[in-house]
């Protein structure tokens, strides 16, 4: 079975001092977590403050919010994956919805930067995921597909073995209104058809795929009693360490019982 997982995304929140705080203050709260892994993506300005603070705990893992896709360079305001591996982060996200709607990110730049981060042994989380309005004039299958295939243009079978997908409808972040998770069930099994016809027919069921979009402590149970959903990619929710502790203990609990 796939290891369930679990991801933080803080996106532009948190100084260092607030991310240590935070860090301790969850440790309390989850003084062992077994079963599961936990990922945090702090801003890049606190992500040594939160490693130290981590110290070494198997069970959380340390990622990033982007990179670019050269190792260095003239490239005013932009880390790359080697600064990111100093940092002792394992994983980074790519291509989340933020980041293709205000700054750009288009398919070619994520398919650059999953290979980038495979280049110097970070773990991808490629994101994908549809517009309201795409959803609304039935283009989510397409939609889907194309941020999958663009993305992993030039990844092979042992790159494909290092990515994890996190399926996330932008209508879904942020406003509260969750999918439901029959609806990421059917998303998650295209998603893991694609990728095996890509060339990672023998390892496609070790791939992970994440849902995310408003996961809350309440709802995430209900997520993870379907196998198809391996973890969650959270924001508003993992802020506060006590809320983020709640939904991680419901997600060590979770059993996957139910078919969509
Ligand atoms: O974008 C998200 C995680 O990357 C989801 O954000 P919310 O959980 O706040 O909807």
Redesign the pocket.
């Known amino acids: 079975m796939r290891t369930r997982f679990i991801v933080g995304?803080w996106k532009m929140n948190k100084t260092a001092t607030e991310a240590v705080a935070f860090v301790h203050r969850l440790k309390q709260e989850l003084p062992s977590v077994e079963g599961i892994q936990v990922g945090f993506t702090p801003p890049f300005t606190a992500l040594h403050a939160t490693r130290d603070a981590l110290a070494s705990n198997p069970a959380f893992l340390l990622g990033a919010q982007n990179l670019h896709w050269e190792e260095k360079g003239a490239f005013t305001g932009e880390v790359s994956g080697p600064m990111l591996k100093d940092l002792g982060c394992e994983f980074v996200l790519v291509g989340?919805s933020e980041r293709r709607q205000h700054f750009g990110d288009q398919d070619t730049w994520t398919n650059r930067k999953v290979l980038a981060a495979l280049r110097h042994g970070l773990r991808p989380i490629l994101c994908v995921g549809e517009t309201l309005q795409e959803r609304d004039s039935e283009h989510t299958d397409a939609v889907i597909e194309r941020q999958l295939r663009a993305g992993l243009v030039g990844v092979d079978d042992q790159g494909l073995a290092a990515v994890t997908i996190a399926y996330?409808p932008v209508w879904?972040?942020?406003t509260g209104r969750a999918a439901t998770p029959q609806q990421a069930v059917l998303v998650h099994r295209m998603i893991r058809r694609i990728i095996g016809e890509l060339g990672g027919a023998d390892r496609v069921q070790q791939l992970r795929i994440l849902y995310?979009?408003?996961?809350t402590p309440q709802n995430i149970a209900d997520f993870l009693s379907f196998e198809e959903i391996d973890g969650a990619?959270?924001?508003?929710?993992c802020l506060d360490p006590l809320s983020f502790a709640t939904l991680v203990r419901v997600a060590i609990r979770a059993t996957p019982t139910r078919t969509a």
């Open positions: 995304n989340h996330e879904a972040i942020g995310g979009g408003s996961v990619l959270v924001g508003g929710a």
